[in-house]
């Protein structure tokens, strides 16, 4: 879409000042819009599992935390962006002491967490309380109340996803505080494991599905089964072993603009390379294994943690002896809703 | 909706032959098409398990196989509708001796096998070899090639329901059979419960869903333990502890016509009561009780059978000291599919 | 699917009886179950406008209606069935003098009108209240109330289709009168057309869908309009220029289990053969041709009836010199819901 | 969330530091990023009719365009925002001389035009070809070639609407140029008219439903009257007579993230207060009144626009003796799949 031309570089200037008075534009030769191809300013990251834990230490130690609502989080933080991990959602790993308390609040963000240490803490999410494990997927839907209290003995360690550059972008952030610090639980614990927990069994008078999975925790035991289950499928040519956490209602991903993937490579993998829009970050559940992300090559291993920008290209390899598994978020779920959703193999 | 009226009754009859002719009637008197609640045929059935024993014993040692499509088939039979269980479905307990085969078809009709006793015996639905279970639900959708063998050393006997009435009230019956006596299996045995079994992750390319569940088999282990998770949860008043076998793409029923729906009546249990259109036939997996249908008492225990017409009053009891178990096969997705489904409180 | 065999046929005979005094049956070698393809009963039927008009003229000065709720009505019966016009769904044409009352009243089965003569009846459905003209399509979906009054001072015919048939083989017929002889329409007449009648403009709130279209009558104005334009479209293979009465907020059939289409066959049309399940009865709007149904021509002209079986190979001829234009009513949605439909190329 | 607390300020900033090494961050109370509410940098603009045709001219005169891909637009700039409209979206306004040309291209962005003025101009979108007439909402949605070139003798004016600033926030901009200036139309003018444009009759085959409307082209002939038949409804208490233009096969919006609606407000209509998310953008058809949004008038005219931030109050006032009727683009349908729309009476 080329721009327009006037004669006169002057003349231009003094038509664009008059155009600003009545908040007119002209199309400009300097910011183009329109771009062959997404040109991200987002860059592959790779966080390291010993940074991660050294600078986990420094905040546990040096931070102190006001009463309620506040938190341990290194947030993973994108040079190329202004803010955030990738153009629409915000990764954190979230640091929690013994006894300490997250009060009850919502947001209109989509959030989750994924265990990735400890025992001893529980949440409790729109009143159904849960007893959080390591490997599970911890879902806080958007504008459901949520609060968690650490019960343990040791510190515990766990991802936050927040989708807020989205909602920020949308300018449709809301933020409200519970009238209490804590919710009180329903009287039936992990109901929504109960109700739904078997994805193949559902309750006879279906309820009207939302946006978002009726299920509040996917534990580490289910998918880990599904995952060694598909390991003796044919593999994706991208992605070997992968599977989508999906709501059991509907098939849809389990939250509306984030998607959640559990993958597997087995030993020897080298996938084949491909791009798509979206942006998705990594994090190394087990094994060791390397991405190679438009040429670069990054080498992982259990504990990192990997970004990937909308529109790079990318292959996946397991370097190491035995299986190594990713666990994996992305906007991909938002995008295809918006029909932004593209993929090309390399 | 009041009948046409004439003066003169003779006058009448030679209007109606003289309209015979052209292929025309008017409404008559005598056969009122609109009755104000549904006026079923069906009546309800008790089948006892000593009964079923007994005759397929007879079945077992006085028929012989013709080579090839023949079973060893117990029809329930209503004494109210000209032919099947029910006005839409049939029921039939199938006794497979070890060494049979039942060579591949597939027909218009859907249709679905439980396994009441035995271990051993193998089947083939489009590709999928699947290992027959205790207590599993296996699908063979409409159209879906299908095969079976008994490897087993003692009998087996599952349960067969077909929607044929359905399909022969559209006049839709196709029935072909395939090119050999049995299917080649597929390489990757158990594949759709390797791909959908977990019903909470799904394959990254999320395959278009079709009128049926993609998964061949509910496994008895699964099913009871959704059940055993259901317990915790209240009640549903007309059924205690009920959940429906679901298609994990669509949260639909797992076949388009028929549902199916495993329920526990508590000890203690007494529902309340209620009718709704739509059939079904109960099998009792475990325990004793009662339903009182119409007013009438059908007291029933492990491996009885039990048909429920449309629009009956229903409650159900557990008699017993221990939970019962009830298996139970309905027309009640068709009926929705058309807007035909009502329910009503007693 | 074959029989089970026994060496003697008294012996077979002896178990038979056994067997049935628990309700039991075995399959039986003289009622085959499974044909290979549909072997339907129904036969293909035409009815000429000059029949009907004669007999229409006899029920209208012969038949003496009661008052209330009784209807001058030819049914459309089919000689290969106990009763309807096919399969599932009955066609009646009916003749309405001026100052004749249908009170109200509701049915499980979906029903509609389309006015083949006349003016000045007005209809109300579910309270909203629609003056009929020619060539309208008029639903009165399951269970919605209806009435209508012949305010004008010529006769009027319609046709009245209903899915009796199919609601019978369910065993789910219901009927019931309204509280009085008729209801009092909205203050807004015309209300579905208003809100829904552009199908390209809705309201800003969306009303939830139902299983029926939301728009209570079809004008011929519009469908004639939509027709005109498919013309100027490739033609169906097997329909020329055909298109289907839509619910405007799914794209679904108007109705669930009735389909109705307006066709028009084009001068010197003749259309490849092809069958398909499903039963349909075609109403000749205006034009001449013939249908060639399993090898035997009927032809056909303006006000002509045509019953079409179940997978019955047909094909179409216009062989007039002006367009000809079909209404035609089916069974297809039904069909399809159920998963029964099948269509092949001849 | 408040923010985590460091006894020390000095100690807090070499921690900060140190943690932007490894690419991480510790929350920080400088940049609160929950908002109890929707706090939009966006601000409400007004701009007259007056300027728009001052300002057209100028750049009608004074610019010269290159041949091909140029137009001359002014975009409509909102001061609170970086670039665009709204958050989400560009609202420019087109002025087209006889003779001008646009170049077939696609681009990721979902895009539309409304003519405010003019005639002679066609557009191809897709292949097929549409004559442009005064109040058409003519669609091109996201990936469909596009071109136009003016034919007729006088300028033609036309919104065009691109959400281009959504698409950006997802780092996903794709554009391409056609391999040829123009594409050559369908032997079928109007096709998508032909086969969707009454919206109550679809072709028989149904087509796979995309993610936008399959009609290319809404005419003014057709939202008027809808408009008009929904003007004897009841009122929305917010809007008054307020109609969408939706995918007649889905019921859906027209476009998957861009919402288009046609209002009127009646003499003497002076609409109930609320707020939602989303963005809009008004243009005035005709009539004149005011809306008063946040507190704050804005009196407007035919050929006026006016831009509504995010979760702002906002109601309508009818100033005039005549109708008043107002085009309306938003970004409502893209939250509302997010799970971002909500919305609150005053």
């Known amino acids: 879409m080329a721009e327009v031309q006037m004669v006169d570089a002057d003349e231009r200037r003094t038509l664009i000042a008059e155009l600003e008075k009545y908040n007119f534009r002209v199309s400009s030769p300097d910011r183009p819009l329109f771009t062959k191809e997404p040109n991200s300013s987002m860059v592959p990251v790779l966080w390291k599992a010993g940074d991660i834990a050294e600078q986990l230490e420094q905040i546990g130690s040096r931070l102190k935390l006001q009463a309620g609502g506040a938190r341990r989080t290194l947030q993973l933080s994108n040079p190329g962006l202004p803010y955030g991990t990738t153009p629409t959602f915000w990764v954190s790993i979230q640091y929690i002491l013994p006894g300490e308390i997250a009060t009850a609040h919502r947001h209109m963000a989509s959030a989750l967490r994924f265990i990735m240490q400890g025992e001893g803490a529980d949440t409790t999410v729109d009143g159904e309380m849960y007893q959080i494990n390591e490997g599970d997927l911890v ?140 942006s ?56 295809e809703k918006l029909g932004f959703y593209r993929e090309q193999p390399a």
């Open 139 to 278: 879902l806080t839907p958007n504008w459901t109340w949520h609060d968690h209290e650490h019960k343990g003995s040791e510190p515990m360690v766990w991802i936050d996803v927040l989708d807020i550059s989205l909602v920020r972008s949308c300018h449709a952030v809301f933020f409200e505080d519970f009238e209490s610090a804590r919710q009180t639980p329903n009287v039936i614990p992990d109901e929504s494991y109960r109700r739904f927990g078997s994805g193949l069994m559902r309750p006879l008078r279906r309820p009207e599905p939302k946006k978002y999975s009726p299920l509040l925790a996917y534990t580490s035991a289910m998918s880990e089964e599904a995952l060694r289950q598909a390991a003796g499928l044919d593999p994706d040519p991208y992605d070997d072993v992968i599977l989508e956490y999906q709501n059991p209602l509907t098939g849809e991903s389990a939250l509306p603009t984030i998607g959640t993937r559990l993958q597997m490579l087995r030993p020897g993998t080298h996938t084949r390379a491909h791009r798509h829009t979206g």
């Open 280 to 335: 998705a970050v990594y994090y190394v559940v087990r094994g060791e294994g390397a991405t190679i992300i438009d040429g670069r090559r990054f080498e992982w291993a259990k504990g990192d943690f990997l970004a990937l920008p909308p529109w790079a290209v990318h292959e996946h390899l397991n370097t190491g002896q035995s299986e190594a598994v990713l666990f994996q978020v992305n906007d991909i779920p938002a995008l």
